[in-house]
């Protein structure tokens, strides 16, 4: 028998409701314009934001060409030396000053 004023026991959790979901959310926007500016928006097509069973934030990449991943590890090592010397122009991070 069914009453309207028995407790249910169904949980009401929406990932909407949490911070992490708008910072995953938020982390995936930043990292989609990147790619887009570094002309890679197209070799990551399952990029998106997500919440584990424990309500953790993630972002998912999706499977990538091994192109893409050599590619991306060489824009992560030129941006590494940049940090690591940002006057050096061998990797282009050094700007010249009139």
């Given at each position: 028998?069914h009453?309207?004023?028995?407790?249910?026991?169904?949980?009401?959790?929406?990932?909407?409701?949490?911070?992490?979901w708008y910072?995953?959310?938020?982390?995936?926007?930043?990292?989609?314009?990147?790619l887009?500016?570094?002309?890679?928006?197209?070799?990551?097509?399952?990029?998106?934001?997500?919440?584990?069973?424990?309500?953790?934030?993630?972002?998912?990449?999706?499977?990538?060409?091994?192109?893409?991943?050599e590619r991306?590890a060489?824009?992560?090592?030129r941006?590494?030396?940049?940090?690591?010397?940002?006057?050096?122009?061998?990797d282009?991070?050094?700007?010249t000053?009139?």
């Open positions: 028998m009453s309207d004023d028995a407790p249910s026991d169904t949980a009401h959790w929406s990932p909407l409701e949490t911070n992490e910072a995953a959310r938020n982390a995936t926007t930043t990292l989609r314009d990147v887009t500016a570094a002309g890679m928006a197209r070799e990551f097509p399952c990029l998106r934001a997500e919440l584990n069973a424990f309500g953790q934030g993630l972002i998912e990449l999706g499977r990538v060409s091994p192109s893409t991943a991306l060489e824009l992560l090592r941006a590494i030396a940049c940090i690591r010397d940002p006057h050096d122009t061998a282009g991070c050094g700007r000053t009139d």
